[in-house]
């Protein structure tokens, strides 16, 4: 049974950081692509950061460039999100979520509340 688990939301002022975390389990972790996604109310989920298979490639959507850093330990099983820099708008559920073929997310987490205030 695969899973994946977030840790490390929480609230934050504006300009803060916060950490998130992702352990996985239940797969060959090594072999997919990590990606961390976030959805806020009544706006569509956006992919903010995503991984390669051997870390050695990252991708950010514009608008967390320059602010947040994703990482992954493959040998813990983990991904890791940097959030620098906060900001209100950045207040969303963040989800990580594992993919085996390009452009199709397999398995996902539950998701942790991230609250930047003003």
């Known amino acids: 049974q695969v899973q994946l688990v977030e840790s490390g939301g929480g609230l934050v002022q504006a300009g803060g950081s916060l950490r998130l975390s992702c352990t996985a389990s239940?797969?060959?972790?090594?072999?997919?692509?990590m990606g961390w996604f976030r959805q806020a109310p009544g706006k569509e989920r956006e992919l903010v950061a995503r991984i390669s298979r051997n870390g050695l490639s990252t991708d950010y959507s514009d608008s967390v460039k320059g602010r947040f850093t994703i990482s992954r330990d493959n040998a813990k099983n983990t991904v890791d999100l940097q959030m620098n820099s906060l900001k209100p708008e950045d207040s969303a559920v963040y989800s990580c979520a594992a993919s085996a073929i390009y452009g199709r997310y397999d398995y996902w987490g539950q998701g942790t509340q991230v609250t930047v205030s003003s």
């Open positions: 239940g797969l060959t972790f090594s072999t997919y692509t």
